[in-house]
């Protein structure tokens, strides 16, 4: 009876385990869930309130977009890696002086930006060697050829222009965002904006001249 009594101890102590263990993953996956349904502003509060994990659902929304925008104005992966994991890294550290009256995005945005033209400032400027980034379709040698090099010589003009022109023209230009969005990311004048995106494209074209 003892032998019995202590063996379907042990079989309740596995089966409670295996149920605590099943509850533990089954909660985590709760909170996933219910975190991917709230707003960024919502996840925000959240990270205010001392529980970090919210942060990371923030992260996951946001890596994407950040990484291309550090790429677009910085030219090179690694770099852009970097930049973008500092962005996040400097948002959690910031995250109480967010006051919610931009979104979140911007604020982001914001960041990201201000670091890759700091790192810019520290860097001289290098030769990249750009990845073959051709639209489906073209199958012909010759077009492969005229787009990627026409893609190269823009990418080149896009970096010899000045760190602010850079930025605008990345965010007007090849994000696609309106002068107003630019405006709030940079924290400038619309018209100063708007200024700054004339002369960049001014110079891209005088550029491509150059090299043509």
Known sequence: MKLAKSTGTKRDRRTSS???????????????????????IELVQLVKGGEPEPFDELVRRHSV????????ILRNYDDARDMAQET??????KI???????????????????????????????????????SGGKDDPVERYRSKKLREMIYSAVEKL???QRAVFTLRTLEDMSYQEVSDIL???ISTVKVNHHLAVKNLRNHMKEMI
């Open 88 to 93: 996040f890294i400097k948002a959690y550290r």
């Open 187 to 189: 924290k400038k004048p």
């Open 18 to 40: 295996k149920n605590n263990g099943s509850k533990g993953v089954n909660s985590f996956v709760d909170k996933l869930s219910k975190y991917r349904q709230l707003s960024d």
């Open 162 to 164: 000045p760190k602010v």
């Open 65 to 72: 977009k950040i990484h291309d925008l550090c790429y677009k």
């Open 96 to 134: 109480k002086k967010f006051d919610g009256r931009s979104k979140f995005s911007t604020w982001l945005y914001r960041i990201a930006v201000n670091n890759c033209l700091n790192y810019l400032k520290k860097q001289r400027p290098t030769e990249e060697i750009y990845e073959e980034m051709m």
